[in-house]
């Protein structure tokens, strides 16, 4: 039986006139609805560009794929010194976009947030899609990637085992370890939800898939209560992860020896700026599709404001880590890091680390003020300032530390190649087109959880009342 229409909702988590009902027929219908994805509508049309566009770059990403597998990883701009290049580059850049996910999902429901209710199914999405792309990365910079086996230790009669010391061995395991866990906490969330869309489906099709994936799920008490157990169980193993994965990845240089690399602070480092860089990715996805499906009433203001705060958190921490790079180098008296240091500012890539402090210390300081974080045009500008600057502060890291290295008669230039910008550029029209299609057949928003929200909110105006009405509190 629907309840009545309530009064408004807390503003800051649901606005407008809301009951069940209008909950999950809102969200539901984004992806029931079949005009929202047919091209002779008008948000059917923008849906379809967008997914074409994602295709013919996928199609890139194919391209350039095969070209490498025939050619070998000398169609790439990796040279000697510099042997990391684009791939190692994109490698970083999409793991950290993949942390926002995991946080608002594992961290925030541990921590009893209810606003990342609005948010988490979008954010896991893009966490699954972007650990496929930057699976891709490592896996084809090892040259051969049909042997890609031999890094798991599994038994062999060669007895050819992991070098376990090095941590290109321990990102193999992290980062499956982190999607493993990413996708089975993202596909547990999907079961209610699943149901819901099975029950309110009306083409046979869509029925039988639904009712697959939903896993006979009947709403029970047993299963509400074993669903609970297992979200909060990966919750929990979720949370570690989110510190572990992207601290390995800056293992990879830390434990180096090579100036600019061979700094105790990249752990925190990196993954601050791997959260700064997710929130900015989810943000930048997150307020067109707002917009373009309507569902203003449960992302709401207050969802944005608080996401731009938490970027502009982590965006300081990720500033206080340039600034103390420049301290140590200077402050060490080690004159390789010192001369590492003024050939980022004042080499022949200084253009990149400038636009890196502007993109990533300058600009997002505009979001100290409310009236900034409220205007909808500006944070999406901002996001897009920090989703390049990211990528920027890997190219800082990588290509020019290793350009110049400790002699001088192997200083080399690297120069990425057209292959080098379709991978890239490749990967991109992956993340567009899975997150596309991820619109198309599951709901952005967690349809339970937002029924939850509001049943919780019901009963605490409830127990609110008398206190209110009697004037006995």
């Not at 009947?218 to 157990?229: I, L």
Request: net charge positive; proline share 5%; charged share 15%.
């Amino acid at each position: 039986m629907a309840d009545p229409k309530l009064r408004p909702v807390d503003d800051v988590l649901i606005e407008g006139q809301h009951n069940y009902d209008t909950i999950t027929d809102r969200i539901g219908s984004v992806v029931l609805n079949q005009d929202n994805f047919s091209p002779s509508h008008a948000k059917g049309k923008q849906w379809f560009l967008f997914i074409t566009l994602g295709f013919l770059l996928v199609s890139v990403l194919m391209l350039s794929i095969g070209w490498l597998l025939y050619q070998g990883i000398g169609i790439w701009g990796n040279n000697q010194p510099s042997a990391w290049g684009f791939d190692i580059i994109n490698f970083v850049w999409w793991i950290g976009i993949g942390h926002a996910g995991t946080l608002i999902s594992a961290i925030l429901l541990l921590m009893r947030q209810k606003w990342r209710m609005s948010i988490n199914r979008f954010a896991e999405a893009m966490t699954i899609f972007a650990v496929m792309c930057a699976g891709l990365f490592p896996l084809l910079h090892t040259g051969r990637p049909w042997a890609a086996y031999w890094l798991f230790p599994y038994p062999n009669w060669l007895a050819m085992w992991p070098n376990f010391r090095s941590p290109l061995v321990w990102d193999v395991f992290a980062v499956s370890t982190y999607f493993t866990v990413s996708l089975l906490f993202w596909g547990i969330g999907l079961i209610p939800d699943f149901a819901t869309l099975r029950d309110r489906a009306k083409s046979k099709t869509a029925r039988l898939v639904y009712g697959i994936a939903s896993l006979g799920w009947r709403g029970s008490t047993k299963h509400w209560h074993r669903y609970e157990q297992a979200y909060l169980i990966l919750g929990g193993l979720s949370t570690p992860l989110v510190l572990s994965v992207h601290s390995i990845v800056s293992f990879d240089f830390a434990v180096s020896i090579l100036p600019g690399w061979h700094v105790t602070l990249f752990p925190p480092y990196f993954v601050a700026g791997a959260v700064f860089a997710g929130f900015a990715m989810v943000l930048a996805f997150l307020i067109p599709m707002r917009a373009m499906y309507n569902l203003k009433d449960f992302v709401t203001m207050k969802h944005i404001d608080w996401m731009c705060k938490i970027m502009l958190a982590t965006g300081m921490i990720v500033f206080y880590g340039y600034l103390a790079e420049i301290f140590f180098s200077f402050y060490s008296g080690n004159q390789y890091e010192a001369f590492m240091m003024k050939n980022r500012m004042f080499g022949p890539y200084g253009w990149a680390y400038w636009l890196l402090i502007l993109c990533n210390g300058i600009v997002p300081l505009t979001l100290w003020k409310q009236k900034y974080r409220q205007h909808l045009p500006w944070v999406w500008i901002v996001t897009l300032f920090v989703s390049v600057g990211m990528w920027f502060e890997r190219f800082v890291i990588i290509p020019m530390s290793l350009h110049r290295d400790f002699l001088p008669s192997s200083w080399g230039m690297y120069v990425p190649t057209i292959w080098d910008f379709g991978m890239f550029l490749g990967t991109i029209g992956l993340f567009f087109f899975l997150m596309f299609l991820f619109i198309r057949f599951l709901p952005m928003i967690s349809i339970f959880e937002m029924r939850e929200l509001l049943h919780r909110t019901k009963e605490g105006e409830h127990k609110a009342e008398p206190a209110v009405t009697g004037g006995e509190a």
